[in-house]
């Protein structure tokens, strides 16, 4: 256990609509990074923020937002979802925002039917 | 452009035979390169990293190796086990991204008994 939490564990939902996928980090993490892994396809990275704030971001869709709030725990919102939306989502955190270790939670695998 | 890639994407090893996967790196300026390992439908979790300062790390029967100059660095497994039997991801950390890991595409390795 990484000590990452998210949820919902499983998310099946349809073609245009909209769902909120939720990560708490380690106790005392800052930063959170979301990734979005499809099927047999490698992480992509998504977006980082650290204290609340948006440091980094990757090849993320204009139908996909994020934040950060002051609790720390951070939510990755799909909209308009698409087929091809459909794939494990992970949050990975670590303490700071130099290099080093990430820790993943175990994901939210979405559905889009 | 942000890339790292990873060599082969399918490795098939008898039970005690060694495995090497091999990544490569576009941004010079990473200094931080961990290797994830991640069984069907879980986490990728952490089993080894190395700093741009060493050329070698080991830990029991899993060591990294870093060339630098090559932007080149690799996995190797040794007196392989069913239980390695997973899909491996090498990742670097691009310097203009705040710890923002690129991963490469996975190897997915398979002990046979």
């Known amino acids: 256990d990484s000590g990452v939490t998210q949820t919902p564990k499983h998310l099946i939902t349809a073609t245009g609509q909209r769902v909120t996928l939720r990560c708490s980090p380690r106790s005392g993490d800052l930063s959170v990074y979301w990734y979005q892994q499809s099927l047999d396809q490698g992480l992509q990275f998504l977006i980082q923020y650290y204290n609340g704030e948006e440091r980094a971001k990757g090849n993320i869709l204009e139908r996909f937002s994020a934040q950060q709030f002051p609790d720390l725990h951070s939510e990755l919102n799909l909209s308009s979802l698409e087929l091809g939306d459909s794939a494990l989502y992970f949050c990975a955190s670590r303490t700071g925002e130099g290099q080093g270790t990430q820790y993943f939670g175990p994901g939210t695998r979405l559905t889009v039917l | 452009g942000e890339n790292v890639e990873q060599h082969p994407s399918t490795l098939s090893v008898q039970e005690g035979d060694s495995a090497v996967i091999k990544c490569t790196y576009s941004d010079s300026a990473s200094n931080y390169f961990p290797w994830y390992k991640q069984e069907l439908g879980k986490r990728p979790q952490l089993i080894i990293d190395i700093r741009s300062n060493v050329g070698e790390k080991k830990d029991q029967r899993i060591a990294v190796t870093l060339n630098k100059t090559a932007k080149h660095f690799s996995l190797h497994i040794t007196e392989t086990q069913p239980e390695d039997s997973a899909v491996y991801f090498c990742?670097?950390?691009?310097?203009?991204?705040?710890?923002?890991?690129?991963f490469g595409a996975g190897t997915r390795l398979a002990v046979h008994p």
């Open positions: 990742a670097a950390i691009f310097s203009g991204g705040y710890n923002k890991l690129i």
